[in-house]
């Protein structure tokens, strides 16, 4: 199993910056993507930005050119540096990551951290 545990969350100003982390530990032979996933009061879950174990990353559309999206794989830990926050980024922030367990790739969730931007 994989076991994720985020930092980083809490409260900023509009304009002010947050960096998040998300560390993977349990038994899993390889990690492919990491990345972050973001839901508001009332709306669906929202990709924000992904990195696999190659260096590719997408972004979320409304995240582009503000957040940026890292990872330490000697460390098995992804990092979202938010810059520029603003009010409609208040959500709770997930981490995902892609692993494989005894021969499976599959999906793993963090519990979730609060980001609120006040205005």
């Known amino acids: 199993q994989v076991q994720l545990v985020e930092s980083g969350g809490g409260l900023v100003q509009t304009g002010g910056s947050l960096r998040l982390s998300c560390a993977a530990s349990?038994?899993?032979?390889?990690?492919?993507?990491m990345g972050w996933y973001r839901q508001a009061p009332g709306a669906q879950r929202e990709l924000v930005a992904i990195i696999t174990s190659g260096g590719i990353i997408k972004y979320g559309e409304s995240v582009k050119g503000h957040f940026t999206i890292s990872r330490d794989d000697a460390k098995n830990t992804v990092y979202l540096q938010m810059n520029s926050l603003q009010p409609e980024d208040t959500a709770v922030y997930y981490c995902n990551v892609f692993a494989n367990v005894l021969g499976r790739f599959r999906d793993y969730w963090g519990q979730g951290t609060q980001v609120t931007v006040s205005s």
């Open positions: 349990g038994s899993f032979f390889s990690i492919n993507a």
